[in-house]
């Protein structure tokens, strides 16, 4: 077994409810026990990464721990015959960086299970321009597509647009062809917006109804949600006939005010969005599309590159609904 130290972000309970983050040196033989060492060259952050990273035990039940859902990287050790030293890998979700020691580290010990081989057509670091918000987003385009949403049946209303997995959804719609009407976040971002793809910006307030009525005007063929709350089911009841809507986030809120007129009524289907547990079949078809032909040609629109020290103020700006894009943590 390797003998080795490495750099990682730890996070810490530092009392009062408080928690610290530090980059400091770990030992390899006291990560969890795995099939697969995976040396990381690149990470990204998620939503999901500034929650642990901020002492959310819905997310990490115990401290200290490295957090990061997501990390590509090259193969150091494996006891797996699907994997041999030098492979290029990809490993997001899983419980990676919940409570095993995550991708804020430069290296992963995981199940082979959960590592999935780096498609052609695919650099490390493009994998982590997607990472967990890219293959949500992808996972749910393709339920869209899969449920026989197409471009010609009207405008796609995509939630959290500036956010992770919204600008990835986006951009992917935009090039295959669907009219994207996008939410706008707090601050402004319509220039943005729309070098990624939008082709109408839809202000917070317009996009959520207050009037309370069961059942609105059709204007969506279908909706990406990354938010949850009153304005997803403000996009339910606006869904056209037989349209579809994927629910993957609720950075507004866990609840669902909605009745059942927009299922009975217009045939709307609500699908869900789990790519933590995404069978691996359909992991790996998600991430051949990304590589293939979703891939995104203005990535770098979407993208900013950070060394693991600028992590921590990445974090608080994540928590502070300060973020655009997505943001690629360089591990070398
Ligand atoms: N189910 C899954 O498999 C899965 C996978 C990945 C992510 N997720 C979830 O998806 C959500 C988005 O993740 P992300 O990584 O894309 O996060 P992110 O990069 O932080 O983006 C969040 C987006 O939501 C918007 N937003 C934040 N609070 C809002 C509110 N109260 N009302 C309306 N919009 C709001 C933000 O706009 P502002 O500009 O206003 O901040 C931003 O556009 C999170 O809940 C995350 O946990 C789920």
Redesign the pocket.
């Known amino acids: 077994m390797m003998e080795k130290s490495f750099k990682a972000m730890v996070v810490s309970e530092a009392g009062n409810k408080q928690y610290r983050r530090d980059i400091v040196q770990r030992q390899i033989k006291d990560l969890p026990e795995g099939n697969v060492l995976v040396n990381v060259h690149y990470s990204s952050?998620?939503?999901?990464?500034?929650?642990s990273a901020s002492g959310n035990r819905g997310v990490t039940r115990k401290y200290p721990h490295t957090p990061g859902?997501d990390a590509a990287g090259v193969v150091a050790e494996s006891t797996d015959p699907t994997f041999k030293i030098g492979d290029q890998v990809i490993v997001t979700?899983y419980d990676l960086g919940m409570n095993t020691a995550g991708g804020f580290g430069q290296y992963i010990r995981v199940p082979a299970g959960w590592v999935v081989p780096l498609p052609d057509g695919l650099s490390l670091r493009q994998a982590m321009c997607y990472g967990?918000?890219g293959?949500?987003a992808a996972?749910s385009i393709l339920h869209l597509v899969n449920h026989g949403v197409q471009p010609a049946h009207g405008e796609i209303l995509v939630?959290?647009?500036?956010?992770?997995?919204?600008?990835?959804a986006v951009s992917i719609l935009a090039k295959q062809g669907y009219t994207v009407a996008a939410?706008?976040?707090?601050?402004d971002?319509s220039d943005y917006l729309k070098s990624i793809g939008a082709q109408r910006i839809i202000a917070?307030e317009d996009?959520?109804d207050t009037s309370g009525r069961p059942i609105l005007s059709e204007r969506w063929a279908g909706s990406v949600d990354?938010?949850?709350?009153d304005?997803l089911a403000t996009t339910i009841k606006s869904i056209s006939a037989n349209g579809v809507v994927t629910?993957?986030?609720?950075?507004?809120?866990p609840d669902l005010p909605i009745n059942v007129y927009p299922f009975i009524l217009r045939g709307v289907t609500l699908v869900?969005?789990?790519?933590?547990n995404?069978p691996m079949a359909l992991r790996q078809k998600a991430w051949n599309k990304l590589a293939g032909e979703w891939q995104i040609t203005q990535m770098e629109t979407v993208v900013e590159e950070i060394p693991l020290n600028e992590l921590d103020r990445r974090i608080d700006k994540?928590l502070a609904?300060?973020?655009?894009?997505?943001?690629v943590v360089n591990m070398l």
């Open positions: 952050l998620n939503y999901k990464d500034a929650l859902i979700s967990t918000a293959l949500t996972l939630s959290g647009a500036t956010g992770g997995v919204g600008s990835i939410v706008n976040g707090t601050t971002r917070i996009a959520v990354a938010v949850g709350g304005l629910t993957c986030g609720n950075v507004a809120s869900g969005i789990d790519s933590q995404c994540m609904r300060g973020s655009k894009g997505r943001v």
